[in-house]
């Protein structure tokens, strides 16, 4: 149980662990491994907290539903399972600029809110747009062997690497 304490876990193992997880979910919910959705209920449910019932009513909150299921309970966990993991090896630490980004953009936590913003609604948006998350379609949708899985994954990987070398080699 010593791996538990690493700082960094072998990729292999947690793919493994990924997989036999999809598998399961598979298995016992007839669902795919997915948390795209969750983000979209919850806000659904914040808007209900504010605006009441109707909210419901909506035609796309009627397709998703709203309300805490296992994917939104998967979030939870995955959250819990950081923290954990964190605490566990020693590396938790309260930060608002993580030392990769202050090293590329200095220090300034209101440029990192602030792009970290941005970046979350393109890929919130893109995840609703596409259906579902990179993920989602790169571990479930590849599992069933989607063909639109598989070409969405590729190009996640090009998307990644371009964004990366742009971000870390031409501005940075």
Not at 33 to 44: E, N, P, R, V
Not at 147 to 171: E, M
Request: net charge positive.
């Amino acid at each position: 149980m010593a791996f538990l304490t690493e700082l960094r876990w072998s990729p292999y193992a947690v793919g493994i662990g990924i997989g036999i997880l999809s598998w399961l979910s598979f298995l016992i919910s007839r669902k795919p491994l997915a948390t795209s959705t969750s983000f979209a209920k919850t806000s659904g449910m914040i808007e209900r907290l504010f605006s009441g019932k109707d909210v419901a009513q909506k035609p796309y909150y009627q397709k998703i539903g709203l309300g805490v299921d296992w994917q939104w309970m998967l979030v939870v966990g995955i959250i819990a399972g950081s923290l954990i993991s964190a605490l566990l090896s020693g590396d938790f630490r309260l930060q608002w600029v993580p030392s990769l980004w202050a090293d590329a953009f200095g220090g300034n936590p209101l440029l990192r809110v602030i792009v970290a913003l941005v970046g979350g609604v393109l890929i919130g948006f893109g995840a609703r747009l596409a259906d579902g998350c990179t993920s989602g379609h790169g571990i479930s949708g590849t599992l069933q062997l989607a063909v639109s899985s598989w070409i969405s994954a590729v190009f996640f990987f090009i998307g990644g690497i371009l964004t990366a070398h742009v971000i870390f080699t031409l501005i940075g």
